[in-house]
């Protein structure tokens, strides 16, 4: 293990999620148990394994590392990775990587798919990502995990395997899909964003932004800016059903100190304990 970039990590509901997230700084995201992994502003060293990638938009900070990633899977002998974005970023960075190419003298094989609002992307049989907008300066995507299970249909609960077995025979349908969003991510958005897919309101786990916090900034400045502030946070508090909300991205104009007391001052008991600072 290479610890090169720092990193945090929180384990709920048997998925572990590691990642770090400062504004202007970098943002990276991973869960392995998904296979999947959300903005590349940074590669921590041990992610390289993980194939899936969504980026959330093209900011330095969540975009910069795709090239080092890419150079040390193929390193590595990995198989080049899929990477979900919206479809306006391909060309730039192709240009980008071939620019790196120049440079570096070595291949940076990688396969865009161009992904945008209302699309699914079925990662197995098990899990399906949704795509949703977020609103900020730059095209910017938002990602829903749900988790689908067949379940048997009311009607039929409670008959026996062979039964089943008849019926399934008779080309007769006996379960039914059932979804169970678990996972959602926002990347850098205004609370539009949240809106825009209300689903991530009811996810197990969310991750998303709380730029800024302090009460001295304008709130028209954040919102043009395609940010939230923690008085988003209090003015939604009520609509958040996740069991886990996880809050990164501040601004580095503020001590984690200051991040703290001034969260918990606002909200007490930070949504009965489901709000976790990312610091
Ligand atoms: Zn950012
Ligand atoms: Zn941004």
Redesign the pocket.
């Known amino acids: 293990m290479v610890e090169n970039l720092p990193l945090k990590t929180l384990s709920h509901a048997g998925l572990t999620i590691e990642g770090y997230s400062r504004a202007a700084v970098q943002t990276y995201w991973r869960i392995s148990e998904l296979k999947l992994g959300f903005d590349l502003g940074a590669q921590p060293w041990d992610f390289m394994g993980t194939p899936n990638w969504f980026i959330s938009?093209t900011?330095m900070d969540?975009i910069a590392a795709l090239p080092v990633y890419l150079a040390r899977r193929r390193m590595m002998k990995m198989e080049p990775p899929t990477i979900y974005l919206s479809g306006s970023a391909i060309a730039p960075l192709n240009d980008m990587l071939n620019a790196f190419t120049r440079l570096d003298r070595g291949k940076l094989p990688c396969k865009f798919v161009a992904v945008q609002p209302g699309d699914e992307i079925e990662l197995n049989r098990e899990y399906v990502v949704q795509i949703g907008e977020s609103a900020?300066t730059v095209p910017a995507l938002s990602f829903l995990v749900w988790h689908r299970k067949n379940k048997l249909k009311e009607e039929f609960q409670g008959i026996s395997g062979t039964e089943i077995r008849d019926l399934r025979k008779d080309g007769i349908e006996v379960s039914s899909e059932q979804r169970i969003p678990i996972l959602g991510y926002t990347g850098?958005t205004t609370v539009a964003g949240l809106d825009n897919m209300p689903e991530l309101y009811q996810a197990k786990i969310l991750i998303t932004e709380m730029t800024f916090v302090a009460a001295n900034h304008s709130k028209e400045k954040i919102k043009k800016n395609?940010h939230m502030h923690l008085s988003d946070f209090i003015e939604q508090q009520d609509r958040f059903e996740n069991e886990v909300v996880i809050a990164a991205h501040f601004s580095t104009r503020y001590s984690d100190s200051f991040i703290r007391r001034t969260v918990e001052k606002a909200l007490p008991g930070l949504l009965d304990g489901r709000l976790h600072l990312w610091l």
């Open positions: 938009h900011h969540h900020h850098d395609g």
